[in-house]
């Protein structure tokens, strides 16, 4: 079943082959075991790729890349799993990020105005950068936690529904 489900997807290893920013991993990607579909595997990108969407960089997918690759998870849904940060939800991950920080950090959520000027940067990012980070990374570890006990939740209950 979840076979035909990323084979919607057509995540293969030539397309990945192609892109630009992938072949910083050569032929890495090609590994069999980045491609398998073991709980482990299949829970682990999930949580890698969760992981990966909160820091606040361009191009998560290389984060995610990574991870599969250090880790030996299934790669093609690390990088869908990326795609829980997108345009819709992007605001509102960093703005709970920021208010998490600030809980941590025992301050007070300031209302900003961003404003792309040098003065901006040296005085008002310097106040909203440190929570802002701190939320990022604990709402990283926090979700990617929960995705992945879900997802491997989710794989064992299937497969004894199936069992029965």
Known sequence: MLNRWFARFKIDPDTLRQQKWFSLFGERL????LW?????ALSGAVAAGIFACWFP???????AVGLALAFS????????AVWFNNPLTLP???LYAYRTGCLVLHKTP???????????????AATLVPPFLLGSLLLAVLTAATGGLLTLLLLRLGKLVRSR
Not at 36 to 40: A, E, H, I, K
Not at 73 to 79: F, G, Q
């Open 73 to 80: 998870l299934n790669l093609p849904l690390a990088l869908l």
């Open 110 to 124: 300031e209302p900003f105005h961003l404003s792309w000027t040098l003065h901006w940067l040296e005085h008002e």
């Open 57 to 63: 960089i361009p191009m998560h997918s290389l984060i």
């Open 36 to 40: 398998q579909g073991g709980p482990r």
């Open 92 to 94: 509102f991950m960093y």
């Open 30 to 33: 090609l590994a069999p075991a």
